[in-house]
């Protein structure tokens, strides 16, 4: 089955992917590595998705937001690959950020948003190694950031 195709059975809709705001790119293509900047948190209108995890919002509505992340990357990936997924290798990694409150320790569990989604479209292409990292702030108060690298054909 073509990453399209389950895409479509998983009934997702990918957001269009953002261009950069700042002196940066979205996707740099070096070698067979695709590293695609942070994406951070926006619901299904494009909206952000601010505040603290363990203040403002709670360890399901982080996941959300992480997964939110998830789909940006995908939608980065899919325009960096010139609209064909199918040029995804590997996975190789994600970083992922949570604004969340001092004495929070489920950061993991947030960034499980993001981890399965790839997982869930990319199957075994989606695994990846992984760090979830505890932030006291992310750019416009979003509650979760993650940037991604991927091997691409």
Do not use: W
């Given at each position: 089955?073509?990453?399209?195709?389950?895409i479509?059975d998983?009934?997702i809709?990918?957001p269009e992917?953002?261009?950069?705001?700042?002196?940066?790119?979205?996707s740099?293509?070096?070698?067979k590595?695709l590293?695609?900047?942070?994406?951070?948190?926006?619901?299904e209108?494009?909206?952000?998705?601010?505040?603290k995890?363990?203040?403002d919002?709670?360890v399901?509505?982080?996941?959300?937001?992480?997964?939110?992340?998830?789909l940006?990357?995908?939608?980065?990936?899919?325009?960096?690959?010139?609209?064909?997924?199918?040029?995804?290798?590997?996975?190789?990694?994600?970083?992922g950020?949570?604004?969340?409150?001092?004495?929070?320790?489920e950061?993991?569990?947030?960034?499980?948003?993001?981890?399965e989604i790839?997982s869930?479209?990319?199957?075994n292409?989606?695994?990846?190694?992984?760090?979830?990292?505890?932030?006291?702030s992310?750019?416009?108060?979003?509650?979760?950031?993650?940037?991604?690298i991927?091997?691409?054909?």
């Open positions: 089955m073509s990453i399209e195709s389950k479509k998983l009934k809709i990918l992917p953002k261009d950069p705001v700042g002196s940066y790119v979205a740099k293509l070096v070698g590595l590293y695609i900047s942070g994406q951070i948190s926006t619901d209108n494009g909206d952000l998705i601010k505040g995890i363990g203040k919002l709670d399901k509505q982080g996941y959300e937001a992480a997964k939110r992340c998830g940006a990357i995908i939608s980065q990936v899919k325009k960096a690959c010139g609209g064909d997924l199918q040029k995804v290798k590997s996975c190789i990694k994600l970083t950020y949570v604004n969340s409150t001092d004495d929070f320790g950061q993991p569990k947030i960034i499980n948003g993001a981890s790839i869930k479209v990319f199957d292409k989606g695994l990846h190694t992984r760090a979830a990292v505890s932030c006291n992310l750019p416009l108060n979003v509650a979760v950031e993650v940037d991604a991927f091997e691409v054909i």
